[in-house]
């Protein structure tokens, strides 16, 4: 470790960890399903349009208040307020950022859970263990307690072991795992009956549908989220970017890679949707619509899998522990925003904060787990839908208007001297000041006209 915070010891390993985080439950199984229901290919250009037009200049903004602050989220926001009223703010915002980043883990690790029991389910039919089988199958609050506390725990006893024996080592193992068994699977989906209709409503778009504003307005909100935007989590990865580092060619490795994967995780997701509709799964209502967002995950691909036999059982295995894996690179960033503001606010060492964190974390979701279904789908919408939008559109504001341009450049230079000379320097400062709050201002207050 080359500074007592902790940085990141190599590009590759900031870039693994940050595309980890971004990579999620939300590419896999968020971004094809949105695809799905908001008319197929015509979403899927929407989605590349708007993440790399207005997600991406977000996540920039949020990578350089935080290598600036070389600190986390508040102290970061609070480096580039000159008024008391500022700095306030900043607080408002870096803090709100942490406690979103808790709830969002909350939830998230109850379908991370989830993921867990689909995953051991098949090992379980394997070793003849039906009981057991039937118990990870059937939806149980034991099994979920159980469950979503085990996914906590493997995020604490990662995030404990630091920066760069933490989470750089295990995103850089992970990260390849996940692309190799999503490949993979691809491969077996493809040769299937009914694969070549799903990839023709996947990539040939029908134009009618890329002006409506519910796909917009999805779109956008789909790409904030799968960047992990607004919850200071961007803000303190950045914080362990070296200066030596070109920070602007390293978040767009990220913005890339996230999006290739929410890419092909569509190519795999909606021929395989075909694939069960061919073997008589249904999915569509008569009118079109995809049958059930939430769930469909649990019920359209086991049967998918039971249909193919033994194979099934490992296929299921793989996806499902694919899922897992993708999930806990999340769900370690997600950790990292409260721990980082406890070890440097409160000097309590990197263990105790991590194990407090984990407790904390544990008795939220153990009380959304208690009260299901008035908390859950509530916790959901409260950070992604109001938090997120909310927070990420504030961030872009401090840097767009607060930030001395000539202390941004040189900020950004470091590391990448000549930017000042190019096309991004042109145009980033102007979409941070107008476009990105303007677009984000109309996400947030669609969410509460509700158009
Ligand atoms: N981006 C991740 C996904 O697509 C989830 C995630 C991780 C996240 N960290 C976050 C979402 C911070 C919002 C904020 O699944």
Not at 232 to 245: A, D, N, Q, R
Not at 315 to 342: D, K, N, Q, R
Not at 403 to 416: A, D, P
Request: net charge neutral; aromatic share 12%; proline share 3%.
């Amino acid at each position: 470790m080359s500074s007592v915070r902790g940085e990141f010891s190599s590009r590759i390993g900031f870039i693994m960890a940050a595309a980890g985080s971004a990579v999620g439950l939300g590419n896999i199984w968020g971004f094809p399903t949105q695809t799905a229901s908001n008319g197929g290919a015509a979403f899927v250009l929407a989605y590349l349009v708007l993440a790399f037009c207005l997600a991406y200049p977000a996540l920039m903004a949020e990578l350089i208040v935080g290598r600036h602050g070389q600190a986390n989220a508040v102290k970061s926001l609070q480096k580039i307020s000159k008024t008391k009223a500022q700095k306030a703010g900043a607080f408002a915002v870096g803090f709100g950022g942490i406690i979103c980043a808790g709830l969002i883990l909350s939830f998230y690790s109850i379908v991370a859970g989830w993921m867990m029991t689909a995953t051991l389910e098949p090992v379980a039919q394997v070793a003849s263990q039906d009981t057991v089988a039937n118990w990870l199958s059937t939806q149980s609050l034991s099994r979920d307690l159980v469950f979503t506390a085990a996914f906590i725990l493997l995020t604490v006893a990662i995030i404990s072991r630091g920066i760069e024996n933490g989470i750089e080592k295990w995103s850089k193992r992970l990260m390849p795992a996940l692309l190799t068994i999503l490949f993979a699977l691809i491969v077996y989906v493809f040769m299937q009956e009914g694969a070549m209709k799903g990839l023709k409503a996947y990539l040939v778009p029908d134009f009618s549908l890329i002006l409506e504003p519910k796909l917009l307005i999805s779109a956008l909100g789909q790409a904030f989220f799968s960047l992990s935007l607004g919850t200071s989590v961007m803000i303190i990865y950045g914080s362990y970017i070296s200066k030596k580092e070109n920070i602007v060619a390293l978040g767009t490795y990220v913005t890339l890679i996230d999006v290739f994967i929410a890419f092909v995780a569509g190519l795999l997701i909606i021929p395989a949707m075909y694939v069960a509709q061919e073997l008589g799964v249904q999915i569509f209502s008569e009118t079109g619509q995809l049958l059930s967002e939430d769930t469909l995950v649990f019920t359209v691909l086991p049967a998918l899998f039971d249909s193919m036999g033994d194979i099934g059982l490992f296929i299921g295995f793989a996806f499902f522990a694919l899922m897992t894996i993708a999930a806990l690179t999340s769900s370690i960033s997600l950790l990292e925003a409260p721990v980082s503001y406890v070890v440097e606010q409160f000097g309590l060492t990197r263990m105790q904060a991590t194990f407090g964190m984990g407790a904390i974390i544990t008795l939220v979701s153990f009380t959304i787990l208690f009260n299901f279904s008035s908390l859950f789908g509530f916790v959901i919408a409260l950070t992604t839908q109001y938090g997120q939008p909310l927070l990420g559109l504030m961030c872009c504001l401090f840097v767009g208007w607060l930030w001395n341009r000539t202390s941004l450049l040189k900020e950004i230079e470091q590391g990448s001297p000549e930017i000042g000379a190019t096309f991004f320097w042109k145009i980033w400062p102007w979409y941070i000041k107008f476009v990105c709050p303007i677009a984000i201002s109309l996400v947030f207050l669609s969410k509460i006209i509700d158009w």
